[in-house]
């Protein structure tokens, strides 16, 4: 017994800036551990002979191994166990729902507050600095020749293809990433915002890839730039699709069109990648409403509201159809919401947006829910309560309700096998297509999802192109 | 793709310029009808602008802007020789074009521009293109040479007379339509109000009516929404479900408000471009 080291049941706090000095600046929230809280939090880990965790994630990360080497103040070799596996950590140790995935499996966790994996990874990510970017990525000191016998190519910047780029150029294969958007990144760039995910983190990531070999083409549209068949043309021996989930979605209820009435994906897009929140220094404008409605409770829909917030609102709403227990959103980023001054909207339902003179948006009609029995998805379904219905003042909405398959590539290929709601149809094991050598990953074949289930589908789709192609 | 500035010409000068760049993949991929977004500098909005002409032969494109904000202004500021930061394209989908027999092609201002490749684009495919140029004055006419070059009938219409006929383009369609029954189409670039004039004109007559919308885009892939428009009372986005619709269909009202959202932030860049640059 004398062995046994006593476990610290509470995990180590994160530093993180004040809710009302945050919501009025871009800064990231979270400030990330100091070396020693780092190495203290490490240490925490059970270092189980069978560890569950490394299951909970998609994309396999030797999870007890590098917590090792950071308990023992190890970092770069903490880091080359993270590298062997994920070419995005600084990003999924931010933005990764780790409280359902590593977390989640994690054994401390049935007793007390699991190891706070996912700060680790982001600890080791941000804090290894290396002169050489190969050593950085594959723990060689030289970077290996590129494999010029076969060559790659990925449509779309996001997650999943840099994930894919990622582990084929560790095997020496040049990889060319196609982009239609002018920042490489996807929805890391125009999706997630600065104080959740600071650009120059993204910026950090790609730029390891680009010096391992990876070539980028931003402002080419997969389907229109440049199609499948081109790059089969062009000698490519296969084609991975990662272009994601990019249509967004309406409630088709009227007063959609007027002024004032955006996706997320536009007031995000704007934003994030056209850096609208430094408007005037950046060219691209963006609205500065009083008085701002978020449809819809997943995560888009509070980096929405928490934006709006920064960006000067004095009221920001979520409407959410359920109560809080269904929203969808991670824990996390609810509280955080919260505590900026975000308010909750439950058990409503958006009816009609309603504009002035000007065709501009004045308020919007909101009918009040109870919950009534569970649905299909486990959920209590809400039902609309005859009659009752609220008006709440409001100069802006944000709809935020997901996101549709994107059809510009996908009408542009003939013969790629489409399921119901438009989505690729891929072998989830493998990630192959019905076009032979066209592989596909990410929300463009699951539709809305997270960064990691991306990723994780990038890592299958990888492995079997490196396979397939014997290298 | 370098995305360098072969030719510039002032079309009229201080205020609408024409730009040959080279971009092949885009040249060999581009029909009319479509259009590319570019970016001047890092800080820069995207603008979307439609492709006046391609020479996949050369690898170039042609585009035609209008100084009216910050964007196109910064856009002026660059020469022969300098390079777009980016340039995405083609985007949209192509003008639909089959043989039909007689097509009247209406431009306006730099929709005339636009206009040239989709009348281009009727030419090639056999029709028979009645090209009908407007603009206020003489000075401020575009491409007529170019069109003239193809077009069997080209006919100019200024408010003021200076040159063609004196009048709108709409008076030179209305009388065009009442002699000849046996028009297939009209296609109309331009100004929302000359578009909408323009539907207004045609409906009687029961023509067809191509109209190609200049809404609000940021990405231009069909990702953000800021495009969409009332077509028939349905919702669709310009950038992938158009830019042409049926001018029978739209809801320019609704358009034209859409039009108007960033005019106070319009003006703050614009204040903030005359003081960095001085004029």
Redesign the interface.
Known sequence: MGTKRKINPVRTPMPEQEADVRNKNFSEVALGYSREQAILEAQRCLQCKNPPCRKGCPVEIDIKGFIGHLASGDIPSAYKVIKQTNALPAVCGRVCPQENQCEGSCILGKKYEPVAIGRLERFVADNFDSDSVCEMITGDTACSLPNDQVKVACIGGGPSSLTVAGYLAARGVPVTVYE???EIGGVLI?GIPEFRLPKSIVAREVGALWSKGVTFF????GG???TIEDLFDDGFDAVFIGVGA???K?L?IPG??L??V??S??YL??VN???AYD???????A?HPKNVAVVGGGNVAMDAARTALRLGAENVYITYRRTLDELPARREELHHAIEEGVKMELLTSPVSINGDD??HVKSMTLQIMELGEPDESGRCRPVAIAGQTKDIDVDMVIIAVGTGA???LLEATPGLELNKWGYIMANPETGETSLHNVFAGGDIVGGSATVISAMGAGRRAAKTIAERLKV | ?SNKIIKKRALIPGQTSMLVLDAP??AK?ARPGNFIIL?V?D????IPLTIADTDPDAGTITIVYLVVG??SA?LETLNEGDNI???????GKPTHIEKCGTVICIGGGTGIAAMHHIAKGHHNAGNHVVAIVGARSKDLLLFCDELGGFCPELIIATDDGSCGQKGFVTDVLRERLEKDKDVAEVVAVGPVPMMEAVSKVTKPFGVKTVVSLNSIM??G??????C???IGGE?QFAC?DGPEFDGHKVDFK?LN??L???KE??R??MD?FRRQYGN
């Open positions: 239609a958007l002018h125009y931003p402002n080419w549209v229109k730039t440049i990019g249509l967004p309406f088709n959609e069109n002024v004032g955006f996706s994906n536009e897009t704007r990648l056209g850096r408007f005037p220094e950046h060219d691209t404008p609205p000007n065709s994107n059809p510009v | 793709m993949q885009i991929k970016r500098t800080k820069g909005e995207r910050k964007s910064l930061l980016d340039l995405c394209g083609p985007l940021v990405d892939v069909g990702m953000c929404g800021a969409r428009c009332n919702t992938v609704e408000m859409r108007k959202q960033y932030q319009e703050v860049s903030l």
